[in-house]
Each structure stands twice: as C-alpha cells, then as structure tokens.
C-alpha cells in the first residue's frame, strides 16, 4: 500500500554529499551546460498545489536580500543532465502533483534558456495535464518581445504561469501568496499572449 508523499523537501548538496538520484552514472556526461541547486518534490510554496521545483542555477539580477544568493553562480551545484530530466519527469507522474516550477537562479537567463525549454516541452508532451509556473526577475513585456536571450518568447509560451519581476527589499511582504514582494505579478500567460497585455491571476494576488 502507498504511504503518504515524502515530506522531505530535498537533501542540500553541500550539507549531505554523496550521490543524489538525479546525478549522472559513473562516467555520464552533461547534456547541456546549465546546472541546478536542488529539486524539492513536496513544494507547496511556489504554486498551486503540490509541485515539483526545479531550482536552476545562475543569475545575473542579484537582488538585494535574495533567499538563496548561492544560486547565482552558474555552476553551483549539479550539471543538468538527461537523467536529471527523467527524474523530474517520474517525480511529477504521480496524480496528486498539480505540476512543475521552474526557479533559481534564474530560469531565463540566456545561458539557461534552451535546457529549460527542452524540459519544459518534454513536460508538455508527456504529462500535458500539469500545469508549468515560473519565476523570474525579468518583467513579462519583456520576455514576450524577445529581449532577454534566443528563446524567451518561446519559453514564455509553454508557461501556464509566470511570477514576474525582481525581489524588492522595500515591498517585502510575508502576507503575500505565491511572491515575496509587491511589485511582482502572477500572471496568467496564455490570457496575457492571447490579450497583448498582462492579465493576472486575481484568486493569487490578493
């Protein structure tokens, strides 16, 4: 019988070395060049429902206070590789998982983008029903002209939901759902395409 869901949020790679699931076998080499901190498979804190959390490394925005300014650095952590892929593609398979969160880091920056697109679209075909959140330090307007990087546009297309903007210390609010400050929007952005401008998701941003 199936117990509960593991609670644990992940095992942080500096204060518990040794082999993760995620890792690549002996002699495996990376697929692509963007590395992650940490995947958490219980979050509950960044989007609706019980979700999967990618946290990729390498940010170039640096906001004052970030919660974890570990992950700026573009190697911190573990290579991404196509094992990397298959894990979070099991661990989102299970019914009570609403979907993935892409995080960091900065999940936007150009060195990154085409590694998260490739998961994402591997997401999209294989478990079409989870819904895709992601967050980042870039503004939607952006991002939907293409600015930022080869794929932006792109990658903001696959996305259900996009939390937008940097952290700002001066609006820090812990009242917030879903954000750390109140500049940042949750933005519903298949409405937003469809519309030419920002639609948010109200039920969040109260």
Known sequence: ERGPPDLRLHRDPVLEPGPDPGDPGPGAA???AMYYGEIKDCDV???EGVRVSLFVSGCTNHCEHCF?????AFDYGRPFTEET???????????????????GG??????????????????RRALPQKTVWCYSGYLFEELAAGEVGDHSRVLLEQLD?????PFVLAKKDLGLRFRGSSNQRIIDV??????????????FMQ
């Open 30 to 32: 990376p697929v692509r």
């Open 45 to 47: 804190a960044n989007g």
């Open 68 to 72: 974890q300014p570990q992950t700026w």
């Open 85 to 103: 892929e298959d894990r979070i593609l099991a661990l989102l398979s299970p019914s009570y998982v609403s979907g993935l969160t892409v995080l």
């Open 106 to 123: 900065e999940p936007f920056e150009p060195d990154n983008q085409s590694a998260v697109l490739e998961l994402v679209e591997r997401v």
């Open 161 to 165: 939901v996009l939390v937008d903007g």
């Open 190 to 203: 298949p409405a937003s395409l469809a519309a030419g401008e920002v639609r948010l998701t109200e039920e």
